[in-house]
Structures are given as structure tokens and as C-alpha cells.
């Protein structure tokens, strides 16, 4: 189910993206990075996750979820903006990028690695 759920997203996504529009390339991306991180850190038992909305100790299914509706809200969010304020959803896509591409550099300091294997 979990699966079908993200190719369903990912789907969904694609179908609109324009092939120039590199933030939400990118931030897609770094989603699915975090989200590849995150299994890591639930699969170590030594391991606690930091979003207070998952727990400590989330389930690979609640993760699944998670991460597949934070992809489809940060493209919906970057659409309405698009057709908004374009200089806004500039913002608020670099944030986004800074805030979790420093997620990402922190878990991997800490030695958590990413293995996109995991989320399937």
C-alpha cells in the first residue's frame, strides 16, 4: 500500500512539473533524502528521531505517510505560489531547501547514512 501511495505522489507530481522548475526538483528531492535518512535512524535502535510529530520512535509506515504527504503539501504549496506571488514562493522554496538540506548534513555528521533502499 505504502508503495502505491508514493508512486501515486510521485505520479501525480510529474505530471505537472516543468522540466525548468528546479526547486521543486530539488526539494523533492532532499524530501526523499530525509526521508531515506529517517529509516536509518528508526532501524538503529540507538537512535532517536527529533520531529516531535513522528516521536522518538516512529513506525516505517507512519514514516511512509509522513514523507509522502510532505512531498505532495511542499508541491501543492510551490503551485499555489506559482500562480500567486512568484517572488514568494522563491522564499519559501530556499528555506525550505536550507532548512532540511541542514536536517541532512546534521544526520549525516552523526553518521546516519542514506540508503534509498530502505524506503521501498
Same mark, same amino acid.
Given at each position: 500500500?505504502?508503495?502505491? =501511495?508514493?508512486?501515486?505522489?510521485?505520479?501525480? @507530481?510529474? $505530471? #505537472?512539473?516543468?522540466?525548468? /522548475?528546479?526547486?521543486?526538483?530539488?526539494?523533492?528531492?532532499?524530501?526523499?533524502?530525509?526521508?531515506?535518512?529517517?529509516?536509518?535512524?528508526?532501524?538503529?535502535?540507538?537512535?532517536?528521531?527529533?520531529?516531535?510529530?513522528?516521536?522518538?520512535?516512529?513506525?516505517?509506515?507512519? =514514516?511512509?505517510?509522513?514523507?509522502?504527504?510532505? @512531498?505532495? $503539501? #511542499?508541491?501543492?504549496?510551490? /503551485?499555489?505560489?506559482?500562480?500567486?506571488?512568484?517572488?514568494?514562493?522563491?522564499?519559501?522554496?530556499?528555506?525550505?531547501?536550507?532548512?532540511?538540506?541542514?536536517?541532512?548534513?546534521?544526520?549525516?555528521?552523526?553518521?546516519?547514512?542514506?540508503?534509498?533502499?530502505?524506503?521501498?
Amino acid at each position: 500500500m505504502t508503495r502505491l =501511495l508514493f508512486s501515486v505522489v510521485l505520479l501525480l @507530481i510529474s $505530471l #505537472n512539473v516543468n522540466a525548468y /522548475d528546479k526547486f521543486t526538483i530539488i526539494s523533492t528531492g532532499i524530501l526523499l533524502t530525509d526521508w531515506a535518512q529517517t529509516h536509518e535512524i528508526v532501524n538503529d535502535p540507538e537512535r532517536r528521531e527529533k520531529n516531535p510529530y513522528l516521536g522518538k520512535y516512529p513506525s516505517h509506515s507512519k =514514516l511512509n505517510k509522513y514523507f509522502a504527504t510532505a @512531498i505532495l $503539501l #511542499n508541491y501543492l504549496v510551490g /503551485d499555489v505560489l506559482l500562480k500567486k506571488k512568484r517572488n514568494i514562493r522563491h522564499l519559501y522554496y530556499l528555506q525550505f531547501i536550507g532548512i532540511q538540506g541542514l536536517n541532512i548534513a546534521n544526520n549525516h555528521r552523526q553518521g546516519v547514512r542514506i540508503k534509498f533502499n530502505r524506503i521501498f
